[in-house]
């Protein structure tokens, strides 16, 4: 697909099959009052998230840390971009409080960019994984971590706490880095993905289609993706956050994803969640079983 339809003046009509409910019911009301109470950040809000109302309503909740302002400037991504006020030291804590008192079995874990601070925000990474694993030795932990721009120290913090899976997005194919991620490297975050399985962890990544990738290059990121140790990975369908971000190319049928989830297992990966409304945290409890 030509790179110039991801810029096309028309938009194009959602199909039918990305319609989803409003998030409604008790459990979803009592996750959004313990969210607005701990003052805590969750990118099911700030990602604008589709399945929202489905997960909160389940009593399950992705947190944000290190604020809710972005030092990078993805065109697909719904956070704020700016320059980040001082993080809260006190952060580790709540979100373990938060999480102990939701009883989460699987929590996942992510953040912004925090490309000014000097550790990329590792330590409070590392803090809130050892602090929830303190308050709720039961619960399994996803991160889903930045791009630590080559900081392979930092990235090595990150990822010590204790968590069961570490997630790091690839997004998209490589060609299209320069218009989806403009600020990242393709080969660098293959990188921080085959440091991160040689680091013993369960890795996870996730791309978004329909942005104007062809199926031979989400073929091929696959392929890259399992020589540098990826043993998860969840495709979805982009969804334009507002008109300023980049415009939907192509809204992918159903029955292609089907199609990429037995390509991804065919190719070596041990897991694929793919599906028109899936995101990196949807179903995130069935990965974490996935064997080494």
Known sequence: MAESTVVAEQRIKKPDWLRVKLPVGPDYARVRNLVDTHKLHTICESGNCPN???CWGAGTATFMILGNVCTRSCTFCAVATGRPTEYDADEPRRVADAIKLMGVKHAVITSVNRDELKDRGAEIWYQTVVQTKQQSPQTTIETLIPDTKGNWDA???????????VSHNMETVGRLYRVVRPQAKYERSLEQIKRTRA?????????????GETKDEVFKAMDDLVENGLMILTLGQYLQPTKLHLQVAEFIHPDTFAMYKEEGLKRGLKYVESGPLVRSSYHAERHVHVPF
């Open 199 to 211: 680091a013993g962890k369960r890795t996870k990544s996730g791309i978004m289609l329909g942005v």
């Open 52 to 54: 929202m109302g489905e």
């Open 155 to 165: 990235l090595y913090r990150m990822i010590e706490g204790g968590q069961e899976v």
